[in-house]
Structure formats: structure tokens, C-alpha cells
């Protein structure tokens, strides 16, 4: 099933391109969340004036993310943790716990956009990198320490 879509989708494409698709991807995902159009053959005829209107929104988000990339650069998260006997640590710091975090401080970032291999499980300093738009990123430090 070919689609036009809407909103950038990893693995797949950005705003603007015509992808072909399973059909109960497209149908129960891609459509029903409105990243997506069909791409019928009005649609295919509208494309270039989507493009446009795309093309528009994508600047504007693009000028937005590189702001928020230099107010993120050198931005430090601390976490403390409960450690064991030679400090071992109990549990991690997650995606999730660093998006908390940055959350916290004034940073709308969802943990999708957090670029963390493996979970945190030792203490020390860590340099995090969040993807804030396609190419667009920015490094923070992240600490992890003992709670006492």
C-alpha cells in the first residue's frame, strides 16, 4: 500500500515522502494517528502543495530544535542511587529517568529522543546524547552518585 507521509517515521522516512507499506501497518498505525495520508490519485496530484506546507513546518521546527540544542549543550542531570558493598549499584538510570530529569529543569524531552545504548548501572559521570530533531543533537552530562 503506498502512503504520502506526514510526520517523520524512523526506519521508514520523512515528512513528504511516498512509502509503500503493509497495508495493516498503514490502516492500524500510519492513518488512524494522522502521520499519513493514502496515496489515491487526488492525493498524489496535491502532493507538491503538501510538500510546501511540509517543507514550511519543517523549517520552523528546525529553527526551534537548534535553539533548544544550544540551551541543552552543557546541561548536567544528577541522579543518586543506593549502592552495595565496592559500590555496587541497585538498579540503573534510565531513558526515562534522564527525561524525568530534564523534565524537571525545563526541557520538554521524551525518552524516545534520550540516545542510550544501555541502561547507567555505575556510578560516575556519563555524556548522554538527545537527538532533538533529524540531524540536530545536543550532549549533556549526566552524574550518578551515592545516596547516603
Given at each position: 500500500?503506498?502512503?504520502?507521509?506526514?510526520?517523520?517515521?524512523?526506519?521508514?522516512?520523512?515528512?513528504?515522502?511516498?512509502?509503500?507499506?503493509?497495508?495493516?501497518?498503514?490502516?492500524?498505525?500510519l492513518?488512524?494517528?494522522?502521520?499519513?495520508?493514502e496515496?489515491?490519485?487526488?492525493?498524489?496530484?496535491?502532493?507538491?502543495?503538501?510538500?510546501?506546507?511540509?517543507?514550511?513546518?519543517?523549517?520552523?521546527?528546525?529553527?526551534?530544535?537548534?535553539?533548544?540544542?544550544?540551551?541543552?549543550?552543557?546541561?548536567?542531570?544528577?541522579?543518586t542511587?543506593?549502592?552495595?558493598?565496592?559500590?555496587?549499584?541497585?538498579?540503573?538510570?534510565?531513558?526515562?529517568?534522564?527525561?524525568?530529569?530534564?523534565?524537571?529543569?525545563g526541557?520538554?524531552?521524551?525518552?524516545?529522543?534520550?540516545?542510550?545504548?544501555?541502561?547507567?548501572?555505575?556510578?560516575?559521570?556519563?555524556?548522554?546524547?538527545?537527538?532533538?530533531?533529524?540531524?540536530?543533537?545536543?550532549?549533556?552530562?549526566?552524574?550518578?552518585?551515592?545516596?547516603?
Amino acid at each position: 500500500m503506498q502512503i504520502i507521509l506526514q510526520e517523520d517515521v524512523d526506519k521508514l522516512g520523512n515528512r513528504g515522502d511516498v512509502v509503500t507499506v503493509k497495508p495493516g501497518y498503514a490502516r492500524n498505525f500510519l492513518l488512524p494517528h494522522k502521520m499519513a495520508i493514502e496515496a489515491t490519485p487526488g492525493n498524489m496530484k496535491a502532493l507538491e502543495r503538501i510538500r510546501g506546507a511540509l517543507s514550511k513546518k519543517t523549517a520552523t521546527e528546525l529553527d526551534s530544535a537548534k535553539k533548544q540544542a544550544e540551551l541543552l549543550t552543557g546541561v548536567s542531570v544528577k541522579f543518586t542511587r543506593k549502592t552495595g558493598e565496592n559500590d555496587q549499584m541497585f538498579g540503573s538510570v534510565t531513558t526515562g529517568d534522564i527525561s524525568d530529569g530534564l523534565k524537571a529543569q525545563g526541557f520538554g524531552i521524551d525518552k524516545r529522543q534520550v540516545q542510550l545504548v544501555d541502561p547507567i548501572k555505575t556510578l560516575g559521570e556519563f555524556p548522554v546524547t538527545i537527538k532533538v530533531f533529524r540531524d540536530v543533537t545536543a550532549e549533556i552530562k549526566v552524574f550518578v552518585g551515592k545516596e547516603t
